[in-house]
């Protein structure tokens, strides 16, 4: 995400809703595979409307909430009473997590705005442990969401999610294996796994 996404995003932390109920979160989160002694990495959770439906699940485990708009991050803390949750401050392209330390990375409605993709996937193939898996998903397709940044004239006109289909061929590319991508109106999920060697 670039300085003027951090500025953008900082400004809209106190305004800024998601409209899909945690309960929907949580069920996707469900059949996502999160496990009750999971670490997972929520990756650009603004104010963590992941957050607390993934900390429901994690019980022995650890959710860690990170993002690079500090003020979103602020507003999590004051607004959410998630258990097992933890805030970093952080860019995607360059995370400050040793390697292996997350059994599952879930990157929601965050993915258009990281600025080197390539560079982020990296990223989370290094952090995440053998046989993890990260997450990409949206609640509508790539065609809609691109669309809908096309009409907001500031910084993120030109984000772009990237057909399901480029995005498999990203992640084939950086060494993750075992895809799986679901791309249809209402949404968009694409997931794979790191080799156990």
């Known amino acids: 995400m670039s300085r003027e996404h951090r500025f953008f995003f900082n400004d809209l932390a106190e305004t800024w809703h998601n409209k899909t109920p945690a309960q929907s979160l949580a069920y996707a989160m469900q059949y996502f595979g999160i496990k009750e002694d999971d670490m ?10 992941l957050t607390v439906p993934l900390s429901t699940l994690v019980k022995t485990g650890r959710v860690v909430a990170a993002d690079l708009s500090d003020n979103m991050l ?13 805030y970093v401050c952080t860019d995607a392209c360059a ?21 080197n993709p ?8 290094r952090i995440l ?3 993890g898996k990260v997450l990409i998903f949206h ?5 809609k969401l691109n669309h809908y940044h096309a009409r907001i004239p500031n910084v993120v006109t030109f ?7 480029h995005l498999q061929a990203l992640l084939r590319h950086v060494g993750f294996t075992e895809i799986q991508t679901v791309e249809k109106p ?12």
């Open 159 to 165: 984000d772009k999610l990237p057909k399901s289909e």
């Open 129 to 131: 442990k053998p046989s």
């Open 74 to 86: 602020s507003s999590a803390r004051k607004m959410l009473n998630a258990e097992h949750a933890h």
């Open 118 to 125: 390539l560079r982020a996937l990296v990223e989370f193939l």
């Open 40 to 49: 997972v990495l929520d990756i650009g959770a603004g104010r963590g409307a």
């Open 186 to 197: 209402d949404l968009y999920w694409v997931e794979a796994g790191k080799d156990v060697s």
């Open 95 to 115: 995370v400050s997590f040793r390697d292996e330390t997350f059994d599952k990375i879930v990157c929601y409605s965050t993915f258009p705005h990281i600025q």
């Open 139 to 143: 609640n509508c397709c790539s065609r």
